[in-house]
Each structure stands twice: as structure tokens, then as C-alpha cells.
């Protein structure tokens, strides 16, 4: 079983859709979660990171977390062409590593 | 100066040939890890320099081998490549290992 599981997808939506975006792990360990965005040829952007359970939202973007049910999300409001790419999870225990869902690509249709 | 660079940017190799990669951190980054990338896949963890010295390393093989120097550049060093090392390097950096880390554009290996 891997660590951290990710869907990966694709995902198709129409522009103005709110997507969910979706990470399961299991190790207790992880204290920091952190979403990235992944351009074609380019390198991961990162996009948000929370440290608890519960909510932490910065413009479109909302991420979760349930440390209770080892699991995180991404939610993605009012859906931009521009969003389209893929989303990686990213869990970090102890300041070195950080371990990385598969990836979901995203594809916004305008 | 502010971002993460890589170079170079693509190449070609020979199995059984070495190769070295290289990032730049961002002025004042100490903290440089490494990630191999597969294609349609997430990065996975190669090793970390902190203050030039290896802090962490990934289930990598000893050819897989890696430096840092004080002006906040590092290196990525593989030997006796294989077809299977074909990937996306990438090249993250951050201050004290702080969370958030910059990620560099990568560079895209080939093994023939």
C-alpha cells in the first residue's frame, strides 16, 4: 500500500465548475499537507499548505484536512481554463522529505 | 536573485554513462532536496542537503550521489545509468528547511 493515494484521474470540468481534488494516507506521522500545481513541462508550484485539521481557504482555493480519517482536499471554486493542469498532494513528516500523491490532471473546458 | 534553475534543461545519455544535473537555489535557501519524477507519476524523494551536508535520503541507490557548496547551488550525480533513471529531475530548495519548498523547472533525462 503506498503511503499517500491520489486519483489520477483525468478530470474534466466546464469553466465555472467547483472541482474536488482528493488525497488518502497512512501514516500518522504527517504534519504538514500541502497541495502543488503541476504545469506541462514545468516544475511543482506550490499552492497551499495547512498544518492542522479543518479548513484554510485563499481565494478559489479551499484546502481540508482530517487527520481523523487521514484525509486532504482541494477544492477549486469558479473553475479557470488557466486551472487546468495537474494537482499533487504533498505530505511532509519531520522538515526532509516530502511525499507526493500521483497526481490528478485537471482539465477546465471553456 | 529570486527562483530555482536547473540545467540543463533536457538530455540525452547512454546507458552505462554518467551524468551530472544542477540547481541553483534562491539566495539564502540552505536547504536543497532532490525528486526523480516518472511520467505520469508523482516526484519521489532522492535526498536532501542541509548546510551542505546529507540530510535524508530516499530509496535510492549509491549511484545515485549529490553535493552542495556554499554559494547555494547543488548537484545531482548519476552513475552506471540505466534505461529506468529516464525522468524528470527535480531540484526544490528552502531556508532551514522550512515548509514550502521552491521547486525548479527540472531537467528531462533520457537513457537510450
Known sequence: QKEVEQDPGPLSVPEGAIVSLNCTYSNSAFQYFMWYRQYSRKGPELLMYTYSSGNKEDGRFTAQVDKSSKYISLFIRDSQPSDSATYLCALESSGDKLTFGTGTRLAVRP | ?112
Open chain 2, 1 to 112: 536573485e529570486t527562483g530555482v534553475t536547473q540545467s540543463p534543461t533536457h538530455l540525452i545519455k547512454t546507458r552505462g554513462q554518467q551524468v551530472t544535473l544542477r540547481c541553483s537555489s534562491q539566495s539564502g535557501h540552505n536547504t536543497v532536496s532532490w525528486y526523480q519524477q516518472a511520467l505520469g507519476q508523482g516526484p519521489q524523494f532522492i535526498f536532501q542537503y542541509y548546510r551542505e551536508e546529507e540530510n535524508g535520503r530516499g530509496n535510492f541507490p549509491p549511484r545515485f550521489s549529490g553535493l552542495q557548496f556554499p554559494n547555494y547551488s547543488s548537484e545531482l550525480n548519476v552513475n552506471a545509468l540505466e534505461l529506468d533513471d529516464s525522468a524528470l529531475y527535480l531540484c526544490a530548495s528552502s531556508r532551514d528547511r522550512v515548509v514550502g519548498y521552491t521547486f525548479g523547472s527540472g531537467t528531462r533525462l533520457t537513457v537510450v
